[in-house]
């Protein structure tokens, strides 16, 4: 059965365009995952389908309302199904959030617009996801981030290889990669990747995974637990002279 996903959005195309390119397409032409597009305004109420409303209290801009949310949800929720709000307060988007998620049978995303939603919005969700500590123009692109991050994990959407050496995978930044030509603007392929060894080559991408992670991302490392050989590898990362 494909993962199914409903997206509840003010401006759908804003949604439609990227699924319809290069492998989110792939995965729904293979029928791994099937991605609906809904437009809020389908449940806006009167005339003008209105689907929002000053904040009570005032200030600045508008309110995505409880109850036009709470119909949609009415009409696409399924005992199956988990809610996720886009939301700047949500917990933060990781490579685990999306692994749990790709273990799901229906998920249905909300993209708030405006100054955000009702607060009584957020007992009618099941997760609040964050892509990050910054604030958009509104959902969908954080969405798309999530989408395209979930259904590139679906068994068959990929290369498992692909899937299964990259970066936060195993909780590490990925290793440098090199393609031809063996020498650009005086810096070479390092020797090891040519020379057939393959137990070298697995080596040399450990150490120099665990080398990018302690410069970019030494988070990652507080409170792992290390495996024998990434402990070694990493003193000798540790051990090497800096350049000045």
Do not use: N
């Amino acid at each position: 059965m494909p993962l199914e996903i409903d997206v509840l959005t003010l401006f759908p195309p804003m949604v439609e365009g990227p699924i319809r390119e290069s492998i989110p397409a792939r995965i729904q032409e293979q029928g791994l995952a099937a991605i609906r597009v809904h437009d809020l305004r389908r449940w806006g109420l009167g005339r003008h389908r209105t689907v929002d409303d000053y904040t009570y209290g005032g200030g600045a801009g508008m309110v995505l309302r409880a109850d036009v949310v709470a119909a949609a949800l009415a009409d696409l929720r399924r005992p199956d199904s988990v809610v996720i709000l886009l939301d700047p307060a949500g917990e933060v988007f990781r490579q685990s959030v999306a692994h749990a998620l790709a273990g799901s049978s229906h998920l249905v995303f909300l993209c708030p617009r405006y100054e955000g939603v009702d607060d009584r919005v957020r007992a009618m969700c099941d997760r609040e996801i964050s892509i990050g500590d910054y604030v958009l123009t509104g959902g969908e692109l954080a969405a798309l981030v999530v989408i395209d991050a979930v259904i590139r994990l679906l068994p068959g959407a990929i290369d498992d290889a692909s899937t299964a050496e990259e970066s936060f995978a195993a909780g590490l930044l990925e290793y440098p990669q090199y393609t031809r030509p063996a020498e650009f603007d005086g810096v070479s392929v390092p020797h090891v990747l040519v020379s057939g060894h393959h137990e070298q080559v697995r080596q040399w991408r450990l150490r120099e995974s665990l080398r990018r992670t302690l410069e970019r991302r030494p988070d990652l490392l507080e409170g792992r637990a290390l495996t024998k050989e990434e402990a070694k590898l990493l003193a000798e990362v540790r051990s090497e002279p800096r350049d000045p």
